[in-house]
């Protein structure tokens, strides 16, 4: 059974930083492509970073130069660094991964597997 654990978020200024962490379990990690997405009140769930099974990345571009999604193969883990954070970034942070090596795009129903989340506020 595939497992994702997400971990990092928290209570931060704006400008202020925070790096997310995503735990996976249950599968060859290496092989596949993983994203992040969030999830806003009233809002859909939308994907802000992917990273192919060989480490390409993309973004959209609503954070683009201020997150970067990497990942550690070694660690099983994924992860999201986010800096310059601003009040609209608040929302539930998920990690998911792809069911593709090659797909990290924006479309929710290539990914299989989700974390249950992890809260990201941004507010003085």
């Known amino acids: 059974q595939v497992q994702l654990v997400e971990s990092g978020g928290g209570l931060v200024q704006p400008g202020g930083s925070l790096r997310l962490s995503c735990a996976a379990s249950?599968?060859?990690?290496?092989?596949?492509?993983m994203g992040w997405f969030r999830q806003a009140p009233g809002k859909q769930r939308e994907r802000v970073a992917g990273?192919?099974?060989?480490?390409?990345?993309n973004y959209a571009d609503s954070v683009k130069g201020r997150f970067t999604i990497s990942r550690d193969n070694a660690k099983n883990t994924v992860y999201l660094q986010m800096n310059s954070l601003k009040p609209e970034d608040t929302a539930v942070y998920y990690c998911a991964r792809s069911g593709r090596d090659s797909y990290y795009g924006p479309s929710r129903g290539e990914y299989d597997y989700w974390g249950q989340g992890t809260q990201v506020t941004v507010s003085s």
């Open positions: 990273i192919s099974s060989g480490g390409s990345t």
């Open positions: 249950g599968s060859i990690f290496s092989r596949y492509a």
